[in-house]
């Protein structure tokens, strides 16, 4: 796929879901941080003071964590599901090209026009020219002009 936009819609919801829960996970690790620091902080001055430390950030540490964890759970179901739709995806993409070039090579043509394709498996910047002792086209040099455009090479 080029892009996001190219996948099917179930697929394009999953991964705005996975960035959704992506960015939740990383609000919840940050409040964490700043949470860890405040007990931290409140435990170094309780056990100067010859206190017990307080347990009230400690707990909401550990729940935010546990949501965490939950996410992170959420997110493995989600990229397994995702994996799924890509390959059945991918296998669409490639049954349609098979078909594309079965009928391509059965009858030469492309929406009623005769396929002509110069120096197939060649350099693309050769144009054939005419056919050579042994029956097959020889490849001839373009040169590009100022403007970009190709020009047989009269040299």
């Given amino acids: 796929l080029q892009t996001v936009e190219d996948a099917p819609q179930e697929l394009r919801r999953n991964l705005q879901h996975m960035r959704a829960l992506d960015t939740e ?3 919840l690790v940050e409040r964490i941080r700043k949470l860890a ?3 931290v902080t409140r435990a170094k001055r309780s056990v100067a003071e010859g206190n017990e ?3 009230d950030v400690l707990h909401k540490v550990r ?3 546990r949501k965490v ?3 992170a759970n959420e997110k493995v179901d989600l990229a397994t599901q995702i994996a799924e739709q890509m390959r059945r995806h991918l296998r669409r993409i490639n049954d349609e090209l098979a078909k594309f070039e079965v009928e391509v090579s059965e009858r030469g043509t492309l929406k009623g026009q005769q396929l002509t394709v110069p120096g197939v498996g060649a350099d693309p910047d ?3 020219d005419e056919p050579s002792a042994g029956g097959r086209k020889r490849p ?3 040169q590009r002009d100022s403007k970009g455009a190709y020009h047989r090479d009269c040299a």
């Fill in 140 to 142: 001839q040099k373009r």
């Fill in 37 to 39: 620091k405040v007990h």
């Fill in 53 to 55: 430390p307080p347990e």
């Fill in 63 to 65: 729940g935010l964590h």
């Fill in 25 to 27: 996970a990383q609000e």
């Fill in 126 to 128: 050769d144009e054939l």
């Fill in 69 to 71: 964890e939950e996410i």
